[in-house]
């Protein structure tokens, strides 16, 4: 009986809502090597480092998982690597990092280490989110069309859905979009809620955000679907069918603390958040307490056979 019990309490911790506590930060507001003007879009690569999309510096600034500067690439132009406000940043199975440029309505993509590779348009207006599948297909918010555009790794062009409006599968102002390991897609809509698609487009459901206003969306690598409120300087997350497990922050500069955060990514394990704290020009970070992990199930298990 007590085995079972024992059992009972650990299965119970290991599958209990993400508890996040402040971790770290850096950044301050500045042109410098390490400082940001208006941090947005951040991703993060399979070996931990850490890409930040610094919109009004017209560049893309990347770091160790500790913060730590290591490299940056890009100016204020149209030529190739140059950018007219960078908004949001993905990493592909491929390795690349592919960025949105919303003032030149086209998304380039790079190495790791910023060379420049290649770019595509598709009469973009205005995107913003972005978003890259398992099987390397890229998925772009085209804002001003209200559409979800995707392609495949290289900008070849797959399909899209959607337009103007509030039914199912319409968007009004749509910001940003992540891919679930299932190849499911989620949207973060103007009109105050979530959408979520078949790799395809497909309608499959959503969920209200009110009150708030969602902006950055990610995926946790368990499914959970992450959002970032900047109405009152938060970030939600929810079940992959959008039931609310929980959120944390607040308005303030202090330690895990917001104002305006835009954007959050994963290290690849789940146990690391990263969040752009625009309005502060900084990142911070949060890692999971959660008493006891998924993994252990597989120890449970092994005891008690």
């Not at 910023?114 to 099987?135: D, E, L, M, T």
Request: hydrophobic content about 35%; proline content about 4%; glycine content about 14%.
């Amino acid at each position: 009986m007590m085995k079972r019990v024992i059992a009972l309490l650990l299965l119970s911790a290991a599958t209990a809502s993400a508890a996040w506590v402040y971790a770290g930060k850096w950044g301050s507001r500045g042109t410098g090597n390490g400082q940001f003007i208006r941090p947005m879009g951040i991703c993060v690569t399979v070996n931990g480092n850490v890409y930040v999309g610094d919109y009004s510096n017209n560049r893309i600034q990347y770091f160790t998982p500790a913060g730590s500067f290591l490299g940056k690439w890009g100016s204020n132009g149209s030529g190739d690597g140059q950018f007219d406000d960078p908004r949001n940043l993905a990493v592909g199975p491929n390795g690349y990092i592919y960025a949105v440029d919303q003032g030149n309505n086209r998304v380039q993509y790079f190495t790791p280490a910023g060379s420049y590779i290649n770019q595509w348009r598709s009469s973009f207006y205005y995107p913003r989110g972005i978003g890259v599948a398992s099987n390397g297909w890229v998925y772009v918010v085209d804002r001003n069309h209200h559409q979800i555009k995707y392609f495949t790794s290289s900008g070849s062009f797959i399909g899209s859905w959607g337009s103007l409006g509030s039914e199912n599968g319409q968007f009004d102002s749509p910001e940003d979009v992540a891919v679930a390991a299932n190849g499911n897609v989620y949207v973060t809509d103007g009109i105050s809620r979530v959408q979520y698609f078949t790799r395809a487009g497909s309608f499959l459901g959503k969920w209200s955000f009110t009150p708030g206003n969602p902006d950055g969306i990610e995926v946790r690598p368990n499914g959970d679907v992450y959002v970032t409120d900047v109405n009152y300087d938060r970030v939600k997350y929810f079940t992959s069918t959008g039931s609310l497990l929980g959120m944390w922050g607040t308005s303030g500069s202090g330690n895990g603390e917001f104002l305006e955060p835009y954007d959050v990514a994963f290290r690849r394990d789940g146990t690391r958040v990263y969040v752009s704290d625009e309005g502060h020009d900084r990142v911070q970070y949060f890692e999971d307490n959660t008493p006891v992990s998924p993994s252990s199930l597989g120890r449970v298990k092994a005891l008690f056979e």
